[in-house]
């Protein structure tokens, strides 16, 4: 019983310090955040901060990796099997099966990734966020999504076209606080990845 309590205190202690970090970024930006900052808004002294990370950067870094490893857990894990129940026919419904997940996700930790994205937060988190994007696409164990013998342009290239466009997209939905379901979103972006930017825009047919 004492070690549930324990464990609940520590989940309870940095899911706050967490939360905190979301507002400072917002309302200061991190650079300028400090740990008494976080202490102070989290009703926490410093000594409590330090148990649990080693400053303001090893508590970022360990977020965001927290966060990367939850939606490799429900997004990459699952792409094999989403894949497979797909119909032999149906590729071009790949991009939307795998983006409403992902953007379901987003949405569910909609605080911290608009804090993360945002000009105050982690420059960064970015080229992280493009790196998880091309384990997903060509490295995901057997079940690649793109096979490098079938491209036409180099993977350096398309990965950047791809990360480069979604997260744009995701920067307009979630700084703008757009009011699209994940599915809206998915199925917006799934148009124009693959149909091409002059389909959305309605000049090619």
């Not at 900052?37 to 090893?58: E, L, M, P, V, W």
Request: hydrophobic content about 40%; aromatic content about 10%.
């Amino acid at each position: 019983m004492g070690n549930t309590s324990s464990d609940l205190r520590v989940i309870r202690t940095r899911a706050s310090i967490k939360k905190v970090l979301i507002e400072l970024i917002e309302e200061k930006g991190f650079e300028a955040v400090t740990v008494k900052d976080i202490a102070t808004k989290a009703n926490i002294n410093r000594g409590t901060f330090y148990s649990h990370y080693q400053d303001k950067y090893d508590l970022m870094m360990k977020c965001e990796e927290e966060l990367l490893q939850e939606l490799e857990k429900k997004i990459i894990k699952n792409l094999p099997e989403v894949i497979s129940n797909l119909a032999p026919t149906s590729s071009p419904s790949i991009p939307f099966t795998i983006l409403v997940p992902f953007f379901e996700f987003l949405n569910q930790n909609r605080g911290f990734i608009k804090a993360l994205l945002g000009a105050k937060g982690d420059l960064s988190f970015q080229s992280k966020l493009k790196i998880f994007m091309q384990k997903t696409l060509f490295d995901n164990n057997n079940h690649p999504i793109f096979k490098q013998k079938n491209l036409l342009v180099p993977q350096e290239y398309l990965i950047s076209y791809i990360a480069s466009a979604h997260i744009g997209v995701i920067e307009e939905w979630l700084n703008h606080d757009r009011g699209e379901s994940p599915k809206e979103i998915a199925r917006i972006i799934s148009t124009m990845t693959i149909n091409g930017p002059f389909f959305a825009a309605g000049i090619m047919k």
